[in-house]
């Protein structure tokens, strides 16, 4: 056993102490370097993956551990405001602040390696003049305010005994004998409906509960007057230039996955922005090989300024890319530290995108374009512009419920091809279910296999597709599959052989697919499984047409001898669209072509709460051959013509259940097995 035991002084070589390096993660990493400053050599020439690298004004999140830097502001003499010890809670203040104790809304010279996000709203800015104005008079305000409270107080509690059960707010009860000699017999009972009394005494107080509520809104006054005594305090010293209040620090937190926190604090002899230059500098800096990011964002508060220092010439292999301020000047002062500048985002995020950044190249490159608590853009205009088939819209401006429809007759028009999405985020239920009705309605005029593609493509609007009735011109269902208007949908069975020679009747079957369901060894099964709701039986196979299977062995031993036991079979999808484009698929033969049939009609037809309009619509089966019709079950479908193969008044009473008007007569009637009993028949 101790033989299996490593020797504990025996030291790691450079190189395996690198590939031991490259499984731990990024912050693990950091802290190890620190403690043990021997391996920050071998550690710097490791690539570091980083999965999650987000920039904020407070800091910066790496993976999921928070770097934070803030100003710690200390009275000297006296208790700190609530401000100020709030702020030493979340980390200090984020940006610089003055001796006084405001804050710097302004940037110290940049360099290299800094990028510049987003400076300063200047309407934001204060006027120190004004602000003192303003808070002189605030002071006044509130000293007036907590006298009347403390004076209301001794009031009460020497007032007798008979007002201490006095409305709350006195004008809600005061009816003088005046107002009631003019209440008519109607109104008078009114006025003492046991209601309206029993509310009249849940708005008196005893006196206790009054005493109580002033005492909070005494405590609430005080406490607001010594804030602004404080705050104008600090207005005067900054205005004659007298010596500030405060002691200040520089504070460091870092609060890990498990929640611990490690906190740290400095002199405050540099600026928040040359705190975070030096601590980003020293996990990332000196790193020759290039560090993989799979997701970077520097995000800005809205009116705030964000200045990102990285260590000069390094160099991130970035995924996804998401930022604040204007789009395409971040992305051009980004590109210097991008191993590839000129590779396409994955993902790129925006808060700030404007029409104009539709015309950046790497905008319209990126995969999925995703605009973030973005207000001022207009996103029909925007998605127009931008080439981008995948856009995502959340938080920000909503969309009026008409903007939806506009958007989906320009997504149709030029980017309605597979693969396109926009994925919209909608607050509230009725708002959602609003804009997908006027989604459904621009749909009404789109062609039917437009709807479908469309549908298959999209599936988040599946839900308006099927909520739109279907205008269809031309549906005829066969053997073969059906046609929707021009667009042919086939099923057939298509048989492999397992190696070597292959039997014509096998090779010419699997050009189209073969019609029929067939047993292992490749003979037709000319029945019909068990039937289910929604189906409409047409005709039987003709049972004189059956195969004598020992004649067709003995006819075909030749062929079947070495192969009858060697086939797999699969099914066969084939969609032919009108332009002469095919869609094929192929699927494992593991349920019958009529369960696969009624699966397409149903993906295609099912669920829909509208009736579907058909112009014409037939069931043809060749002369011998048997027919069942897969529909949906409880489908409703208004039909103007009506043809069909099989026994004519059977058919018609089969089909009745579905038909919205069963009792109007078909505009035109056709049959191929029309038969003398059937001209008494009333549809007929």
């Not at 003055?98 to 390696?113: A, C, V």
């Not at 950046?360 to 605009?371: F, G, H, M, S």
């Not at 059977?650 to 009792?663: A, D, K, T």
Request: aromatic content about 10%; some cysteine; proline content about 5%.
């Amino acid at each position: 056993m101790l033989a299996a035991i490593p020797d504990m002084d025996r030291r790691l070589s450079y190189g395996s102490l690198k590939c031991v390096l490259q499984k731990f993660k990024a912050n693990f990493r950091f802290r190890l370097a620190e403690r043990l400053p021997e391996i920050r050599c071998a550690e710097k020439a490791v690539p570091l993956y980083i999965d999650k690298f987000t920039f904020a004004e407070e800091g910066f999140k790496l993976n999921n551990t928070e770097y934070q830097l803030g100003v710690i502001c200390q009275v000297r003499d006296g208790p700190a405001q609530k401000t100020f010890i709030g702020q030493a809670q979340y980390g200090g203040h984020p940006r610089d602040i003055d001796r006084f104790g405001y804050e710097i809304r302004s940037f110290t010279e940049l360099t290299p390696g800094d990028i510049f996000v987003q400076d300063y709203n200047p309407q934001m800015d204060a006027d120190d003049d004004l602000e003192f104005e303003t808070t002189e008079e605030s002071l006044l305000i509130q000293q007036n305010r907590l006298i009347a409270l403390e004076k209301e107080k001794i009031e009460l509690e020497h007032a007798p005994e008979e007002v201490e059960n006095i409305p709350e707010n006195p004008m809600e009860l005061d009816l003088s004998e005046e107002d009631l000699i003019g209440i008519e017999p109607e109104e008078e009972d009114d006025l003492m409906d046991p209601d309206q009394v029993e509310r009249g005494r849940d708005q008196v107080l005893s006196r206790k509960e009054q005493l109580e509520k002033i005492n909070i809104s005494i405590i609430y006054a005080k406490t607001l007057l010594a804030y602004i005594e404080f705050d104008l305090e600090r207005n005067r010293r900054k205005r004659d230039n007298l010596p500030s209040l405060f002691d200040f620090f520089i504070q460091f937190t870092k609060t890990s996955p498990d929640g611990t926190v490690y906190i740290e604090r400095f002199n405050y002899d540099k600026s928040l922005m040359a705190a975070r230059k030096y601590l980003i500098c020293k996990l990332l800096g000196n790193r020759k090989p290039v560090m993989k990011i799979k997701s970077l964002g520097f995000w800005a508060r809205p009116g705030g300024g964000l200045v990102i220092s990285l260590p000069e010439g390094i160099k991130l292999d970035v995924q996804n890319f998401g930022t604040s301020g204007n789009l395409s000047d971040v992305l051009e002062r980004v590109e210097p530290v991008l191993e590839y500048p000129n590779r396409p985002f994955n993902l790129l995020t925006s808060d700030s995108l404007r029409l104009e950044d539709a015309q950046n190249p790497k905008v319209q490159n990126a995969e999925v374009l995703v605009l973030s608590d973005n207000w001022d853009v207009d996103y029909i205009a925007l998605c127009r512009e931008v080439q981008n088939k995948n856009i995502v819209i959340f938080l920000g401006q909503e969309m009026q419920p008409l903007e939806y429809g506009l958007l989906v007759e320009d997504l149709i028009e030029t980017k309605g091809t597979v693969g396109t999405f926009y994925e919209i985020t909608q607050t509230g239920e009725d708002k959602t279910k609003e804009a997908m009705r006027f989604i459904a309605a621009h749909f009404e005029n789109v062609v039917m296999r437009e709807r479908f593609r469309l549908a298959e493509g999209l599936p988040k609007i599946q839900w308006a597709d099927k909520a739109v009735p279907l205008f269809i011109s031309k549906l005829t269902i066969c053997e073969e599959g059906h046609k929707l208007n021009d667009t042919d949908y086939r099923l057939g069975v298509i048989c492999h052989t397992c190696n070597g020679y292959a039997p014509k009747t096998i090779i010419c079957g699997n050009q189209y697919g073969h019609l029929r369901d067939i047993d292992r060894f490749r003979f037709e099964k000319r029945l019909f499984p068990e039937f289910t709701p929604g189906d409409i039986f047409v005709q039987d196979f003709n049972p004189q047409r059956g195969v004598d299977d020992d004649l067709e062995l003995a006819i075909t031993e030749a062929s079947f001898m070495m192969e009858h036991d060697r086939l797999t079979a699969l099914e066969k999808f084939t969609k032919v669209f009108s332009d002469g484009t095919v869609h094929i698929e192929r699927f494992n033969y593991d349920k019958s072509l009529m369960e696969a049939w009624r699966y397409l009609i149903c993906k295609t037809l099912g669920n829909r709460k509208s009736i579907n309009k058909i112009e014409s619509l037939g069931f043809q089966a060749q002369k011998h051959d048997g027919l069942v019709v897969c529909l949906p079950e409880g489908i409703k479908l208004n039909v103007r013509n009506f043809a069909t193969s099989g026994n004519l008044s059977e058919v018609l009473q089969r089909v009745e259940p579905m038909l919205e008007s069963p009792n109007r007569p078909f505009g035109r009637l056709t049959s191929d097995g029309l038969r003398l009993e059937d001209a008494h028949n009333p549809k007929v």
